[in-house]
């Protein structure tokens, strides 16, 4: 899509489509969305052009990865878990699919580790 952006072609947008996946079982859904947080890194690595997205409507990469980064401040602040408690209710009642909100906040904190492990990979290996 950024591609398509950047050579003028127009991306529409239709806020009542509802798109059903079959992303398979659990344990594929688990390995998919740690994979897409080790590879959006590189796409923005590959496009920094769209680092303004990470406040937009990509603002759940940086947010489940910082989130998973500041665990160890719950010793102190035992409080810091209730942002899960709030965005299991956000996706309880934003989502289509209701039955899913609580397996969407854990595969967001997957998502968030493996945009970790992918900023990881470039810190270190430089690659």
Do not use: C
Not at 61 to 77: G, K
């Amino acid at each position: 899509m950024w591609r398509l952006n950047n050579l003028g072609f127009k991306i529409r947008y239709n806020k009542n489509a509802v798109i059903l996946h079959d992303w398979g079982n659990i344990k594929q859904e688990i390995r998919r969305a740690y994979n897409y947080g080790k590879e959006r890194v590189r796409l923005y690595r590959k496009h920094p052009e769209m680092l303004s997205n990470l406040l937009g409507y990509d603002l759940y990469t940086l947010i489940f990865s910082l989130y998973i980064l500041l665990l160890p401040i719950t010793v102190i602040f035992p409080y810091y878990l209730l942002f899960l408690v709030i965005t299991f209710l956000r996706n309880l009642f934003t989502s289509s699919i209701r039955k899913v909100a609580l397996q969407k906040v854990f595969l967001d904190l997957i998502y968030g580790f493996g945009v970790i492990t992918g900023l990881l990979k470039v810190l270190v290996l430089r690659t």
